[in-house]
C-alpha cells in the first residue's frame, strides 16, 4: 500500500485545518491507521489512530481538539484539526499497519503561527 498525505499548510492559531492521507494499492487486511508529527528538533510523536471498526484513540495532547475519520469509499483516512496551537506545528505523516508490517507516506508541514 502506498500512503500521500496532503492538506498542510500556514494557519493561524485557533484556526482549523484538515489533513487527508490518501491509500492506493492494496488495502485489504490494514488493521488500524495513524497520524504521526514530528516537530522540528524533536522526536515523531504519535498523535491519533482509527481501528478497522472504527474505534479511535487519541494523544493526550491533541484530545478534543482533533479528529480522525476515514472514508472507505475514497480510501482516505482524515485529520480535523481544530483551535490549533503554535506546539501543534510540524510534519504530519500517516501510517497503515497490516499485520507486523507498517507503511509510511511522506508527511506534510503544518505551520501554526500569527
Known amino acids: 500500500v502506498q500512503l500521500q498525505a496532503y492538506g498542510g499548510g500556514l494557519v493561524q492559531p485557533g484556526h482549523s485545518l484538515r489533513l487527508s492521507c490518501a491509500l492506493s494499492?492494496?488495502?485489504?487486511?490494514?488493521?488500524?491507521m495513524s497520524w504521526y508529527r514530528q516537530a522540528p528538533g524533536k522526536e515523531r510523536e504519535w498523535v491519533a489512530r482509527?481501528?478497522?471498526?472504527?474505534?479511535?484513540d487519541y494523544a493526550e495532547s491533541v484530545k478534543g481538539r482533533f479528529t480522525i475519520s476515514r472514508d472507505n469509499a475514497k480510501n482516505t483516512v482524515y485529520l480535523q484539526m481544530n483551535s490549533l496551537k503554535p506546539e501543534d506545528t510540524a510534519v504530519y505523516s500517516c501510517?497503515?499497519?497490516?499485520?507486523?508490517?507498517?507503511?509510511w507516506g511522506q508527511g506534510t508541514l503544518v505551520t501554526v503561527s500569527s
Open positions: 494499492g492494496s488495502v485489504r487486511g490494514i488493521k488500524y
Open positions: 501510517s497503515a499497519a497490516r499485520g507486523s508490517i507498517v507503511s
Open positions: 482509527i481501528y478497522g471498526g472504527g474505534t479511535t
